[in-house]
């Protein structure tokens, strides 16, 4: 059952916070959203370097399809060996 807040159905109300053209960066320790430029491949995380390929559902919406592997393979292996694990 929705939850009515001021007139507004949860759903109503949520639609106003949805961000069209960004999705968020699916690092756990990031979470930071993504603004690709239009018709882009891929698209790098502001905050923490992974790069994702990107799928356009239409103009406006892009999805992620996958992880682009060499580069954040290189980042991993560059982490672990600030930490002394490689």
């Known amino acids: 059952m929705a939850t009515e807040a001021k007139g507004q159905s949860t759903a ?45 559902v239409n103009p406006k919406l892009p999805r992620i399809r996958g992880p682009v592997w060499d580069v954040n393979r290189k980042l991993v292996e560059e982490k672990l060996k600030e930490k002394g694990v490689l």
């Open 12 to 56: 109503e109300s949520l639609r106003k916070k949805r961000t069209y053209g960004k999705f968020r960066c699916h690092n756990p320790s990031c979470m930071e959203r993504i603004q690709p430029e239009k018709g882009a491949k891929t698209a790098k995380c502001p905050t923490c370097g992974m790069e994702y390929r990107i799928h356009w």
